[in-house]
């Protein structure tokens, strides 16, 4: 059991939802925070693309609501401090946006699209301008009263886990103003492949170690062995769960007790709560989008939602058709 401080923001027990591009909508969202999830970042949006075209073009992603969410994260992605002091700047100011409590900087990001800017985890291999932009966006964070965080990985190239680079770029981290740092015990160059390395996650823990900044670990915790697992190896100050929470909001209620090895006697999700789950979140999407583009942008999740029920291959086909949420509905209570 711990409390950990982000700066003035408390949180008891951190359990927190990892940043998805695709799956971490405002609607996923607040449904993992009902569930029990600290908090939740948005997926990554780009500094550079607020600086050229304002915040309207990226608005579905930085959507916020602090009284569905608890405390609400913006994640930015980018490779000149110039942008992000200019983006920081823009959210805070902005009326829909300036609730927001937490910034995180995104320096894990394998995608070669971003990592050929320089962005996401191309930034562990320039440990110096990755400093620049944390103090720059700090100082900014500041003067609006809100905090800043980073995400990272183990390492850029494979070796560097074990070299000491992946230990000092943590350990620059942890000097540089950030609140706190969530680490993937993956390194760039394992994209999503293999599995988290927890023997490094423990070493990045101990490279930070003293210095007060709340560290999170992530990679394949899928359940409440995997989350103790993880806490007892690592040292943890709490954990990041990704792919374990798509169509599974319910991992943050079985995960409830990770931090004092209690774990709690949840009867296992139905077919049936799933289906519910699913129309619930396509009815919360319709609130923001227009329904068939609500419909269409739900498909990965209503995939995560169906995977190993009965006839899932059918009905997978079948769900990738519809386009309204009666057709939805229909498909899943034929079944
Ligand atoms: C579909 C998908 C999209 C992702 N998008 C982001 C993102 O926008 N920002 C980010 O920091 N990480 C992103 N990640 C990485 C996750 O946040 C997380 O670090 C990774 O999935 C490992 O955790 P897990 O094993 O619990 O899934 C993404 C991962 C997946 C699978």
């Not at 607040?30 to 997926?43: A, D, K, L």
């Not at 602090?66 to 401090?81: H, M, V, Y």
């Not at 070299?163 to 000092?168: F, L, S």
């Amino acid at each position: 059991m711990g409390i950990i401080n982000i700066g003035k923001i408390r949180i008891k027990d951190p359990l927190i939802l990892a940043p998805m591009a695709g799956t971490t909508t405002l609607p996923f969202r607040s449904i993992c925070h009902e569930m029990g999830s600290s908090y939740q970042p948005t997926e990554l949006v780009s500094a550079r693309s607020i600086l050229y075209s304002g915040l309207d073009k990226s608005m579905c992603y930085l959507m916020i609501d602090r009284e569905k969410e608890g405390i609400s994260c913006i994640q930015l992605f980018g490779s000149d401090p110039k942008d992000f002091e200019y983006a920081i700047g823009k959210i805070c100011e902005d009326e829909r946006l300036k609730d927001v409590d937490i910034i995180d900087i995104n320096m894990g990001c394998p995608v070669p699209k971003v990592v050929k800017t320089g962005a996401g985890s191309a930034l562990m291999r320039d440990p110096k301008l990755a400093n620049e932009i944390i103090r720059a966006s700090v100082k900014v964070c500041q003067s609006y009263g809100k905090e800043l965080t980073v995400k990272t990985r183990i390492g850029y190239e494979d070796e560097d886990k074990d070299n000491g680079k992946a230990e000092d770029f943590i350990k620059m981290l942890s000097q540089s103003g950030a609140g706190l740092i969530a680490v993937h015990g993956r390194t760039r160059n394992q994209m999503y492949h293999g599995e988290a390395d927890i023997d490094a996650l423990a070493r990045m823990r101990r490279a930070c170690e003293g210095s007060g900044v709340p560290f999170i670990a992530n990679g394949d915790i899928r359940d409440f062995s995997s989350g103790r697992k993880m806490l007892e190896m690592t040292g943890a100050d709490g954990l990041m769960i990704g792919r374990a929470a798509q169509g599974n909001p319910w991992i943050f209620r079985e995960l409830a007790g990770v931090f004092e090895n209690e774990e709690k006697d949840i009867e296992k999700v139905t077919f049936e709560e799933r289906k519910e789950m699913l129309l619930r979140e396509l009815e919360l999407t319709m609130r923001y989008k227009d329904e068939n583009i609500a419909v269409r942008e739900m498909r990965p999740s209503m995939m995560a939602y169906i995977k190993g029920m009965p006839g899932a291959a059918a009905l997978k086909v079948r769900l990738c058709a519809a386009l309204t949420y009666e057709e939805v509905k229909d498909i899943l209570w034929t079944v």
